[in-house]
């Protein structure tokens, strides 16, 4: 009886232990199918056919090989890299330049102003990047406003030459990507312990010391977020230098675009996804050096 009762027990502990679980599952696992279906299973295939070669009508021959990650050694090929990572360099320092003091001030407002001012900030990316972009390309052409409004004032004596240049696709990553670091910066500025800086002046710091010894500590979170939210896109991004470079800027993104869909080299085209990827973590890996991932919750 007590070895039949304890079977019971058991069997229903189990049952009640599925049971328990059911809300886990019903809310995480179509989630985890989706992720694994359309996200695991992609990236796995694409490291795969990195190792691969390209054959003669532009497939895939599965034979094992690793030129296509020492084909990125090739100096066009660095070139591209290098400046790649430089236009995302650049990009993120004058998004976290301009984005802190406009979330720093916006932070500063009572909590109905700052959610129109934010409501502000956001209204400009209900609309289509691409017509953002086009706008821009409207701008900055020879007969645009820009420099018929220059020539009006007679700052310039003939028409700027800057459509389809490196500065357009900086102007439209900067444009494209300027939430991704204002959104990050308010959130952990918004949650900044503001008596700690009253105590700081209160002790006769000036404002640079209280800014570097207690405002920036306390918003790291979200000035590393905005680092990874910014420089991540920016150097994948394929779109931005398509338009605003109109074929005449190279980037990683636009050459990974063009293996796949160009040249038709899906092998490269993969090693250098894989790239992109490698430096992700590898953005990633540093910030886990300084601080936890849990503090990119800001974002």
Same mark, same amino acid.
């Given at each position: 009886m007590a070895t039949n009762k304890g079977t019971t027990l058991a069997m229903g502990g189990r049952g009640h232990g599925l049971k328990s679980k059911a809300p886990a599952m019903a809310t995480a696992g179509p @989630? *985890?199918?989706?992720?694994i279906l359309f996200v695991m299973l992609p990236l796995i295939y694409i490291l795969f056919i990195s190792f691969m070669t390209r054959n003669t009508f532009g497939g895939i021959d599965y034979s094992f090989t690793v030129e296509n990650y020492t084909e990125m050694l090739q100096p066009l090929y660095l070139k591209v890299i290098f400046k790649s990572l430089k236009m995302a360099f650049v990009t993120t320092v004058v998004c976290l330049l301009v984005g802190y003091p406009l979330a720093?001030?916006? /932070? *500063? $407002? %009572? %909590? $109905? +102003? /700052? /959610? $129109? &001012?934010?409501? &502000?900030v956001m209204i400009p990316y209900w609309t289509s990047s691409l017509v953002r972009l086009y706008s821009l390309n409207l701008l900055a052409m020879p007969n645009g406003f820009i420099s018929l409004a220059l020539m009006k004032l007679n700052?310039?004596? $003939? %028409? &700027?030459?800057? +459509?389809y240049s490196d500065g357009m696709v900086f102007a439209g990553l900067l444009v494209a990507l300027l939430p991704f670091s204002v959104l990050p910066l308010y959130s952990s500025i918004e949650k900044m312990d503001r008596s700690l800086i009253e105590a700081s002046k209160d002790l006769g710091a000036n404002s640079f010391v209280t800014f570097k010894n207690i405002t920036i500590p306390q918003t790291f979170p979200g000035i590393v977020g905005c680092i990874i +939210? @910014?420089?991540? %896109?920016? &150097?994948g991004m394929y779109y931005v230098p398509e338009i605003m470079g109109g074929g005449k800027v190279m980037l990683i993104g636009t050459l990974v675009k063009n293996q796949f869909l160009v040249t038709k080299n899906w092998p490269f085209g993969a090693s250098l996804a894989i790239l992109l990827i490698f430096i992700t973590l590898a953005i990633l890996w540093i910030y886990t050096r300084f601080a936890k991932l849990e503090d990119l919750e800001v974002c």
């Open positions: @989630v *985890s199918i989706w992720m720093y001030w916006i /932070a *500063s $407002k %009572p %909590p $109905k +102003l /700052a /959610a $129109k &001012l934010l409501m &502000l700052i310039i004596d $003939k %028409p &700027l030459d800057i +459509l +939210l @910014v420089f991540i %896109p920016a &150097l």
